[in-house]
């Protein structure tokens, strides 16, 4: 089903268009893919594997693999990069599809050739902020992406920013900070933008291939290129892992915060760092119940007030927990999770199951860096930026972006003098780790109104300390990591209870405590990021500190959207003293939202699956190291893991991490040798052909080959 509202996302829809899929008539807007046009339809199985009959559906919705695809108009297409037309037919993909008749091919034409000083692939936030770096030493720039906007992956963020609030945008929602940045690239002589743009390949010669989005096929020359690619996420090996249903963060978040549309109705993780604690809340405000997450370390790795702020609303943390399986019947229905010991093992008894329809695997990012390393071994001038260069928060990129854009600059002999000592300083800051585990700062005072801070661990981020208009609020300049600190108190200023500081905080870790109305029962004000129609005034909620740990129930006041607070809403909670300062959240979903099933279901007796495309399992993979394979190439040739749609990408780290397992080191072994072409593309564009269907797919830089 489609998103009727949205806390943060305005839900704008395009007029109607009608498809049929499977003979039945079905409703679109114009502009939205088919993959999201066949989930609001509730149709998670878009076909099934021709090798063994597997169910295939939507896995990596950026057009990086081949499991989403169906047939449309007699061809087969990825439904995640193709837009849905007025009367299109589409049928799954059971099967090998048919190929389409052969045509007589369209004359030869030479290729045309673009020449330009710097070409940057990518327009997330390291690609535009180097294009601003260049743009303002007036050096000619062609940036390239293969969305239908520049941003990125911020244009699905709807949280807010950690870092800097000076340098990098802090206290600002992602999809903010893309537009912001979009706009500013946009409107800059010397930049030269091509959207819908997929780039295929970087050559010998010093060229890099690119389709444009109107279908043309053209090289680009450039002096310096700069690849700010962004990052693929990882893959992981369980039974049940190729079931529909389970899929990316990445791709959860484009079908809910860029198509609208209700992805799942019980969602549960797998990954505890920023990128599945993130899309948990964004789970949370779309109406979706997170059942829980696992992560197997100890501690999730990351930011501890994006786990806190899961806790805090209700959302179990099952830490030091693996999981064993997804089971279902042609689809998620359930996932079985267990503990691990020290040394990762499972321990038996410990088995859990939990209803679910969708597992959402977050168990990290790998570089798109196959552009870099090729240009590399061609001896081009070339830089990287961004999750291309180093995998770490959008803050990170976006000054990793613009450090490059400086260096690359100074490498073309323009004017752009030295890195500055504070530029290098704050990249250090941004791309740092989280730092020690600290207690807040105790809050004695229990008199006026008293700001409380219930962020515990050493990060990036100051935004409360630019909006307090009495400067009570302090974190060291000289390392914005340290936790805040609160100057005020009955012999200095005292808080004026503006608020602000509670809107802007990117971890929603700040708390208002006022005494000043009835001292037994003060008021706490704490930001609210869901629809105003899920609390009300005179509501008894169920009050948690910053753990998660139920304090116990607590009175609506007021329920206040505010205009100047971007869309934050402030709760106002009548509570016993004894809580006030410890409370930090209400439980958003029921304790039973996260309830086991009553037995742990066993999981399935199929082998895991290693290769996705060409359904190779681990098995097979470990008979042959144990036979002395010691080449990936020759696995491939032996199985053909590795030989499909996303060549390679997802299997190959798999595949790896096998040769590890079975005592195999890295220099033992050798990978597998990249394809020419990192982006499969429909041969006849090489030949003269065009690659149309009229406008293209948001994410798209392909369609359907009509020549």
């Known amino acids: 089903m489609r998103l009727s509202d949205h806390p943060i996302l305005p839900v704008e829809r395009a007029r109607s268009v009608r498809f049929t899929y499977r003979g039945q008539e079905l409703s679109s807007h114009q502009g939205e893919t088919i993959s999201a046009a066949l989930y609001a339809a509730g149709i998670k199985v878009f076909g099934h594997h021709p090798k063994d009959g597997a ?21 087969p297409v990825k439904s995640c990069m193709e837009l849905v037309s007025d009367g299109m037919v589409v049928e799954p993909a059971d099967g090998l599809p048919e190929l389409p008749r052969a045509v007589s091919p369209p004359p030869l034409r030479d290729v045309e050739t673009v020449a330009t000083r710097v070409l940057i692939i990518g327009g997330g936030p390291a690609g535009m902020s180097a294009a601003l770096e260049l743009a303002g030493r007036g050096v000619q720039t062609l940036l390239v992406d293969d969305k239908h906007r520049l941003g990125g992956k911020l244009v699905l963020q709807t949280h807010r920013f950690f870092g800097s609030i000076d340098a990098v945008y802090a206290g600002t929602r992602g999809t903010d900070i893309a537009t912001r940045l979009e706009r500013d690239v946009s409107g800059l002589d010397s930049v030269e933008v091509w959207l819908n743009s997929t780039v295929l390949g970087v050559y010998s010669d010093g060229m890099v291939g690119v389709l444009r989005g109107d279908g043309r096929y053209v090289q680009v020359e450039p002096e310096v290129l700069l690849v700010a690619a962004g990052a693929r996420e990882k893959s992981l090996t369980f039974a049940g892992n190729t079931l529909p249903g389970v899929y990316g963060a990445g791709a959860f978040q484009t079908l809910v915060n860029r198509d609208l549309v209700k992805a799942a109705d019980r969602l549960f993780i ?43 609303l209700g959302v179990p943390i099952h830490t030091s927990h693996t999981v064993l399986s997804a089971q279902g ?20 008894g410990t088995e859990r199951s939990y209803a679910c329809d969708t597992l959402l695997i977050a168990v990290g990012l790998d570089p798109v860096d196959e552009f870099y390393h090729a240009a590399r071994r061609y001896g081009m001038s070339v830089y990287s930026a961004g999750d291309a260069q180093e995998i770490a928060e959008a803050s990170a990129a976006i000054f990793s972006g613009k450090m490059v854009g400086l260096e690359i600059a100074r490498s073309l002999g323009v004017e752009a003098g030295e890195v500055p000592a504070e530029w290098a300083r704050m990249a250090e800051v941004l791309r740092s780790k989280p730092g020690a585990r600290v207690a807040p700062a105790p809050v004695a005072d229990e008199v006026g109104v008293v700001p409380v801070f219930h962020c515990s661990e050493e990060i990036p981020c100051n935004p409360c300390t630019s909006v307090c208009p009495q400067d009570l609020i302090f974190i060291d300049p000289e390392d914005i990591r340290k936790v805040p600190e609160y100057l005020g108190g009955p012999d200095a200023d005292e808080c004026l209870g503006c608020e602000q500081c509670v809107v802007i905080c990117p971890g929603l870790a700040i708390t208002l405590v006022d005494y000043r109305r009835e001292p037994d029962y003060p008021t706490v004000t704490m930001a609210y990021e869901f629809a105003t129609d899920t609390v009300a005034i005179g509501d008894q909620l169920v009050a948690l500190d910053a753990e998660g740990a139920v304090l116990g129930s607590v009175e609506v006041e007021d329920v206040q959207p505010i205009p100047r607070g971007d869309r934050t809403v402030l709760l106002k909670l009548r509570v016993p003293a004894a809580m006030a300062k410890h409370l930090a959240g209400v439980e958003l979903q029921g304790g039973w939202a ?26 097979e993979i470990r008979e042959l190291i144990g036979r002395g394979y010691r080449d990936m190439n020759e696995l491939k040739a032996v199985t053909r893991a590795g030989m499909g749609a996303c060549g390679g990408k997802t299997c190959g780290t798999l595949i790896a991490r096998l040769f590890r397992e079975e005592g195999v080191a890295d220099a033992d072994f050798k990978g597998f040798i990249p394809r020419p072409l990192f982006v499969e593309v429909p041969l006849g564009v090489f030949a003269g052909g065009s690659v149309s269907t009229g406008d293209p797919a948001p994410g798209s830089g392909n369609g359907r080959d009509r020549s």
């Open 55 to 75: 169910p295939q559906g939507l896995f990596c919705a950026n057009g990086q693999c081949a499991q989403c695809m169906v047939i449309a108009d007699g061809e």
């Open 594 to 619: 996260s309830q086991p099933l009553p037995e742990a279901l066993e999981p399935l007796t199929d082998e895991q699956i290693v290769c996705r495309c060409e359904r190779v399992t681990a098995g």
């Open 270 to 312: 797998v990954g505890g760092g920023n990128v599945g604690l993130i899309a948990g809340y964004h789970a949370l405000q779309a109406g979706i119940e997170v059942v829980g997450l696992c992560e197997a370390m100890p501690e999730c790795s990351g930011y501890r007030v994006h786990r806190d702020k899961l806790a805090r």
């Open 329 to 348: 019947d042609g689809h998620v229905e359930s996932v079985t999770i267990a503990a691990v010991d020290e040394a990762f093992q499972r321990i038996p």
